[in-house]
């Protein structure tokens, strides 16, 4: 085997390796990411807990997105706050709520969609208090996404969600606890309620499966690259 060849190898051996490392690591960043998405849905099927137990395993630093809540309150209508969405494939509204619960916490309810031409509340069907709800924690700690615009806080439309924007928004007395999230109602039984809530879900992007097939495949091209490339050398050689 001529001596440049060597080179070749080096080189070809350290890409293999990389790639191949590459693709185990997609495999284990899978695995997280499934049993991380088998955990968020073990939170939400389980039982609802009150809104000052939540609280308390914050503080303690326990994760608590996904957690089913239960609580009793009110909905204060006149701050309820627009982001824009989707209704059925055309432009809509989420709404979002201030609620305040008998426990005397307030937080911001993500109470569904509805069509632009419903966005006034007094064309709404609204449930009179006290109202039980019972909703999943999301955080939406996103931050605000390269081509979205600035929110108009003054013209209550939003674009992307700032829980810390929307609070500073509402009046809240001071007396009042204040839940960093949002309680994402969770759908009922009357498909004709508005606003629709929607099934919670998970954002989580979970590609590793193809990243991994990728970098495994373009290892495995470059060893049959290097196998073609050392026969062709050998048969130089014999000649």
């Known amino acids: 085997m001529k001596p440049r060849t060597w080179p070749v190898l080096l080189w070809a051996g350290l890409g293999i390796a990389v790639l191949i490392g590459l693709g185990t690591w997609q ?13 968020i849905a073990q939170r939400t099927m389980a039982g609802p807990i009150s809104l000052s137990e939540v609280l308390l395993r914050r503080e303690k630093g326990v994760d608590t997105e996904f957690v089913a809540v239960k609580a009793k309150g009110s909905f204060d209508h ?10 059925d494939g055309s432009p ?41 709800l019972i909703a999943v924690i999301r955080l939406h700690n996103n931050a605000r ?17 700032d829980v810390p924007a929307m609070l500073s928004s509402v009046t809240i007395p001071a007396e009042m606890k204040i839940a960093p999230f949002v309680l994402q109602a969770l759908p009922g039984d009357d498909p004709k309620k508005f606003p629709r809530a929607a099934k919670p879900e998970a954002q989580l992007r979970n590609n590793h499966l193809q990243y991994a097939i990728t970098w495994f495949s373009l290892a495995f091209v470059l ?5 073609l490339f050392v026969r062709k050398q050998a048969r130089r050689t014999d000649a």
């Open 27 to 39: 495999l284990s960043r899978l695995a997280e990411k499934q049993a991380l998405l088998a955990e």
């Open 78 to 87: 006149q701050f309820e706050r627009h982001k824009l969405a989707s209704f």
């Open 145 to 161: 996404g390269f081509f979205d615009p600035e929110n108009d806080v003054d013209g209550n439309i939003w674009y992307w969600w």
């Open 92 to 132: 809509g509204w989420e709404i979002i709520t201030p609620f305040t619960s008998d426990e005397g916490i307030v937080a911001l309810v993500d109470r569904g969609v509805v069509s632009s031409d419903l966005q006034d509340a007094s064309k709404r069907l609204e449930a009179a208090p006290p109202v039980e």
């Open 223 to 227: 060893f049959v690259i290097v196998g």
